[in-house]
């Protein structure tokens, strides 16, 4: 039984080719039926995520590969042709150490990306729940969980926010600690204005106020938001109250001057106040910035922070690899002795068989002995197997080449002529 | 120098050293190891100022080393408790140099001094714990406050590093700020009340210290300047809005004179207070 990961990524298929590749659109559910119905392979998982597709099998033969590679085209109309190029497939332990990559977010678009973990636990449930899964597929993927989970306890190669607002966020929190009782101020009521009030609300902001020149565009906005739309003359009144003020305005020159910042801090008795200035021209005059208890950041500065995290992640990924290196070199032993196990038990068999039968071909001869010296015999022949067998198993199951295994295996089975042969893995679970 | 009175500071020194390295590289491990060799250190303080209350048969809070033992015994507990509430660690580096500093003093001089007729009063006990209560207060205000102007620092100036991935956010160490020093002034006023009552009773005494006891001497001075400070500090974030970097400040500038008041003052300036 083998191990396979085939599939096309972001990395290895263009955009247009991975729209078209989707399992997730009708659920991933009749991808395994068809599978199944196919029998493509013993056990199969579909992870589908917007920026891979990718199916983990475990099967007999070679060629299930390739059934594999050509089930993704047809499944999706695709004609092979055209998606032939692009699909990577992954083999035995390179497939462990694929998945391993992807559950601990090594092989994302952003790496470090905190969804994958759940979206490779979401697709093995699912594939546990259609029976596809077994023995293999089962270790494989419990062991992708704890790598997932160690190297987000253990590394920072998810720390740090790496979207620009996440790091509005991140910093906001890191002024205010609680969102509950914060409110917030939106100025513009754009695409933009809209993205960043969702994000906002998504956290539990307290009050969200919008406004903008035109009442009516902000106060549609307050609607789908569950804000409060205010009017643009009365902005100062809603800068007095609030934590948070977004400025996302079309305006070309300033909305918030250091005077008109100035005089709401006054107001507000100085409680700090976060200025976020994601429009571009700037809404804010740089020197609000300088204002006491005022913290202003722009687009620019929010990109910086995002940059630092992300060559910060960077440098993580050295230790993020040691980590699933260990587990594939774990999880490759453990196929290894599965691998091998077959060929051990019949050596096994194959040996006490011949002591067994050399026990009774002198039966006659030892008649004459009193029991317990018969009883000697038969310990000593037990203990002289069992130490000849002691190295060649051990050696046999730490093997850590899977060639020189299956080499070692065969050499056995010939020289022994055992012929029970592989069995199927399944039985030994 | 026995080892008993050598173990409180060679721990608080351990502890110190631990924070530190949790500080710069936080692992839970760590922080647990640290935290676990402070409670040791309190609990070899304790034991040692336990031994002393035995052995004399009376508090040991006679003389300036002896309050300054006090003080970093009731700093250590008070942190400790903050620590385990909270389960911050951060402060734990600042506090805990502070112990191990301050902890040299008892350390050189573990003597217990004898205790002067003068001081055979209840209310001279409760006055030095409430004084010395109120300064561990003050001490863990003072650290609040310092981080808080640093994490305000970095995140004013955008460039955001050390101290913004290891403290808790501006607001929560600016309330636990606040909380610490309402906490020290009601301590301060109380021990400063007693203190009071105590020197009225013994005005009578031959004693040049009890002659010496009056807002003159600069132990007294200190203390009552500390209290304004500290009453400042409440009323200027009540009704002014000093909270934030104001408040931290502010805490700093108040715990300056505290402890220019329980060191230098304490040991060679104070004629009243000089036991």
Known sequence: MRLFAVGISHRSAPVELRECVDFARQGVEPALAALAERKAAHEVVVLSTCNRAEIYAAADSDGASDRLGRFIGEYHGIPWERLAPHVVVYRGQEAADHLFRVAAGLDSLVVGEPQILGQVKEAYAKASGA?????????????????????????????????????????????????????????????????????????????????????????????????????????????????????????????????????????????????????????????????????????????????????????????????????VARFAAWMQSREVLPTVIALRTRFEAIRQSELKRLEPKMAALPPDARARVDEITHLIVEKLLLTPTEQLKSTGDEALAVAYADALNRLFSLTSGRREPEADE | MTFTSLLPLVLYVAAAAAYFVHFSRPDPRGGRLATALLGGAVLAHTFLIGMQTVEAGYAPLVGTTAAVSAFVWLLGLAYLYVELTTDERAMGVFVTVLLAALMILPALNPETEARPALLRSPLFTVHVLAMLFAYASFALAFVLGITYVLLFKEIKAKHLGFFYTRLPSLQTLDKMNGRAIIVGWVFLSAGLLIGGVWASQIGGSTDPRAQAMGIADPKILFALLSWGTYTFALFARRTIGWSGRRAAWLSAIAFVIVLLNLVPVGYFLTRSHNF
């Open chain 1, 131 to 327: 029976k596809a899964t077994g023995a293999l597929t089962n270790r494989l993927f419990t062991t992708a969980f704890s790598v997932g989970k160690r190297v987000r306890t253990e590394t920072g190669l998810g720390e740090g926010a790496v979207s620009v607002s996440y790091a509005a966020i991140a910093l906001a929190k890191k002024i205010f600690g609680d969102f509950k009782k914060l409110n917030v101020l939106i100025l513009g009521a754009g695409e933009m204005a809209k993205l960043t009030g969702e994000h906002l609300r998504a956290q539990g902001v307290h009050q969200l106020t919008i406004s903008s020149r035109t009442f009516e565009t902000a106060d549609t906005l307050a609607g789908s938001l569950g804000g409060t739309a205010v009017r643009w003359t009365s902005v100062d009144e809603a800068l007095a109250t609030a934590d948070i003020v977004v400025t996302a305005t079309g305006a070309t020159e300033a909305v918030l001057t250091r005077g008109r910042v100035e005089e709401a801090m006054r107001r507000r008795r100085d409680r700090p106040l976060f200025v976020i200035d994601i429009a571009v021209p700037r809404d804010v005059e740089a020197e609000v910035g300088r204002l006491d208890q005022v913290f202003l950041y722009n687009i620019d500065d929010l990109q910086a922070i995002v940059n630092e995290n992300l060559s910060r992640r960077a440098s993580e990924v050295q230790r993020a690899d040691g980590i699933v290196r260990e587990e």
